[in-house]
């Protein structure tokens, strides 16, 4: 980890880069299966997990039974804590719910938002080394929160063509409707064309590699929404005299084991701070069962000293974190400088783990700078909302000369119209 | 306009499609126009303005003096109406601003979401036959209630070389900090890159021809944000006999005067109200200036008698329409069925053009049926809401243990680490 000391000013954005990704040409690879699972449905599927994943699968679809009977292949004590978990981000989501509010703008002229679900939804679940199974919490209970009425769920096949029962456990307990074992930019094309066993969708959710994310983009030109652009996992943490350096250290590798292509800063006002947090670094990444990655990752990060607390937020906010730790003294009174975030973690016993599983915060947040424009997944994200107004005679009176004139001036003579028949009536 | 009576169920889904856009071939283009201006900057902008606008301009930036003197150009009729639309659509978008809640998930667990607006937002307002100052307004005016720092708008040159004085008294009277006098792709291309005159934004909003929309779809993959995919606009009106016949035939001109490839639909339960409302279409269109646009769009539109009004609501759910218009009597009774919609509007009175201007709901809606997965835009449009948690001693000790093993599960040590360490040092 680099340790830089007071940067000049001019040098920060430069400060803010993320590790340069390797420029993929994917879209040749993307266009073609999607184009062939457009055409050929579960066939084309079939024969591109067979291309991809080496493994040739008679069906998609997990069986209701294989859902259910995924619980006896669960520890008790993870049950529970999967129980525990599904609690408090259920709590903190349907909190999220907005209650209507009719607004009278003008006499006669009420206006006012309903929510209502997206109706089908899919969600990713990525492989890999390790079961994402948190990931089906945070994307499946928002989904049943807001009512969505379709929940499916595609992920790959590990090597024996099975999906590991901590998914299956957590897509059963949150009552997600279908989980396909289709991974891939082939999983993405099936939810966004529909085959003949998957469903299409109207918005697709969930982390993926440099394939899925390429899939979600072409996905979005196909007229399926997606929850947000996506790139590699960070952190940034704010810390002072009153930190623990041992803690922060601890923070900084949970970060860092995510991939190679991961970034952690640390930014403080005291070397000392620094330095501690260095020491610790080592001691504890030598443990590490995933070293190699979290060491990588830490090649591409920094530590900085800056002046004072206020340019480390400011720093901060041009970087525009996925996940913050602010482990300062006072940072409730820092809250209001906070900008740019996807989530913050507060104080020396907020580890940016606890948001990734229990806090009850959502976990699929902006990275790469997006959250200078972009939320994390809320129940927000599986909901539109409609406008409604009612005019009344009266509402029409009060505002129908307002529409008149300005509809005139903007050339559109159908617009004033449809006002004048109505004033004409009322008045006669 | 078509009529059709009684489709068979299976051939709804081919009535809800959109008229074929022509497979435009811009991709080529808006790559080179983005190329140069990454590269040229504000040369390159104005080499584009001179090729595309048939213009040459020294300078894009509209001055401050310019900005104020544009009131002496507008009647004090149209001053007073900007001024009414103005107030009702602060009032209903400022109702749209979420109070902080604050949830504790578990004891010692506090979680809440704080919404940051975007800092900077560019608007832009394409050109064309009228000058579309309603669109400032509808972008404007939450942009500023947000907060965004930065709001810039961009508006190509008339044949003279300027901007319509009634876009630029609406921009200065939200308080747009600048305006440019830029169209097109290059006018996207300047506010995702910036130039030495063009900020960079984090986010842009607006409506435009193929050409912005190809090049709002670009500026997405190069970081930036868009308010939402765009089309032509559509109206889908559900009558019954308790509707005026006369003011359903506005309302569906008034959309289809829009542009040739407007869309709109009218459902009924009843084959009389149908033949009267087309007779009235009839009347009013041939008084109308933009009569050749409006009915090459009602050639795409059609009227369809149903069984039912649930049948109405069922279709037109399956339509997901930008503006839908409840002409029935016991429109509240329904409410709760209408799940796919982007504005709706209530009642005999409640025409479309009142949400166009002065309702004090936004116009800037899903098209295509896009509704079904994105809002129009609002508030929402211009924040971002972080998360906070702030887990106390005791909160980590609730949570702790779920975290653990949740952790270990997903095979991420540092991520258990994090909070094994803490929980050490507490016991201890």
Not at 59 to 72: C, Y
Not at 165 to 191: F, S, T
Not at 328 to 338: H, Q
Not at 357 to 369: C, D, V
């Amino acid at each position: 980890m680099n340790t830089i000391n007071n940067p000049q000013r001019k040098d920060w954005r430069a400060l803010t880069m993320r590790p340069a990704k390797p420029a993929e040409q994917l879209e040749d690879l993307v266009s073609e299966v999607f184009s062939e699972i457009r055409k050929w449905g579960d066939v084309a599927v079939k024969k591109y997990t067979e291309r991809f994943d080496k493994i040739k699968l008679d069906s998609f679809l997990v069986a209701g039974n294989q859902l259910k009977s995924a619980e006896n292949e669960l520890s008790d004590e993870l049950k529970s804590a999967i129980g525990s978990a599904i609690n408090n981000i259920e709590k903190f989501h349907a909190s999220q719910a907005e209650e209507n509010q009719i607004i009278e703008t003008t006499a006669g002229v009420r206006c006012w938002r309903e929510s209502r679900p997206i109706e089908s939804v899919g969600i990713y679940i990525p492989g890999g080394s390790a079961p994402l199974f948190s990931t089906v919490l945070m994307l499946g209970i928002p989904a049943k929160l807001a009512g969505c009425k379709e929940v499916v769920l595609c992920t790959p096949p590990d090597k024996n063509g099975i999906v590991h029962p901590a998914i299956l456990y957590a897509a059963n307990q949150v009552g997600v409707d279908k989980v396909y074992c289709v991974g891939g930019i082939q999983a993405i094309a099936a939810m966004t064309f529909g085959t003949e066993t998957i469903p299409k969708v109207d918005k697709i959710f969930g982390p993926g590699n440099q394939y899925v994310t390429a899939a979600k983009q072409r996905s979005q030109l196909q007229g399926v929404a997606i929850d947000m652009p996506a790139g590699p996992s960070e952190l940034l943490v704010i810390a002072d005299d009153s930190c623990n350096p041992a803690y922060v250290a601890a923070d900084l590798l949970s970060q860092a084991e995510h991939g190679v292509d991961s970034q952690v800063v640390l930014l403080s006002t005291s070397q000392s701070v620094v330095d501690q947090v260095m020491v610790e670094l080592e001691i504890q990444l030598s443990r590490l069962p995933r070293k190699e990655m979290a060491e990588k990752a830490l090649l591409n990060s920094k530590a900085i000293v800056l002046n004072s607390i206020f340019e480390c937020i400011e720093f901060s906010n041009l970087y525009a974190p996925e996940h913050l730790i602010i482990a300062l003294k006072n940072y409730m009174e820092l809250l209001p400088d906070i900008v740019n975030a996807g989530s913050v973690f507060l104080g020396n016993f907020s580890c940016e783990s606890a948001g990734d599983y229990a806090s009850g915060t959502n976990h699929t947040l902006p990275t790469q700078g997006y959250s200078r424009m972009y939320s994390g997944v809320s129940l927000d994200s599986f909901i539109k909302k409609i406008t409604f107004q009612e005019v009344s005679e009266k509402g029409i009176v009060s505002i129908g000369k307002t529409i008149e004139i300005m509809a005139e001036t903007e050339g559109l003579t159908a617009h004033k119209n449809a006002v004048s028949i109505r004033l004409d009536t009322i008045v006669k």
